[in-house]
């Protein structure tokens, strides 16, 4: 069992910064990769970035590329998502979820935490 817990939301300015911290406690594997998701109000769970275990390879939604960067820190079991040039469009719950056979698919995704609100005036 893994446990997942989102840190970091807020509510920020359009152009604005904020990060994202998801801590990871339980059993880990070097198989596992960890990914952000976000939902809008009355929208699916949509994929935002996604880290292999190792931290070199990255994958983003092309919405967010540029802007947003996911990070890892194994030592304390930590993946960050850092978003810069925050938009309107942005604001959503951010969800950090973990895979050990998917990638970018929400179906793949077998643990995930509570959320985290992200709110982006204009």
């Known amino acids: 069992q893994v446990q997942l817990v989102e840190s970091g939301g807020g509510l920020v300015q359009a152009g604005g910064s904020l990060r994202l911290s998801c801590a990871a406690s339980g059993r880990t594997y070097t198989t596992d990769r960890t990914g952000w998701f976000r939902q809008a109000p009355g929208k699916e769970h949509e994929f935002v970035a996604a880290?292999?275990?190792?931290?070199?390879?990255?994958s983003y939604a092309d919405s967010v590329k540029g802007r947003f960067t996911i990070s890892r820190d194994n030592a304390k079991n930590t993946v960050s998502l850092q978003m810069n040039s925050l938009k309107p469009e942005d604001t959503a719950v951010y969800y950090c979820?973990?895979?050990?056979?998917?990638?970018?698919?929400?179906?793949?995704?077998?643990?995930w935490g509570q959320g985290t609100q992200v709110t982006v005036s204009s």
């Open positions: 880290i292999s275990w190792s931290g070199i390879t990255t």
């Open positions: 979820a973990l895979t050990r056979s998917g990638w970018n698919n929400t179906k793949t995704y077998d643990y």
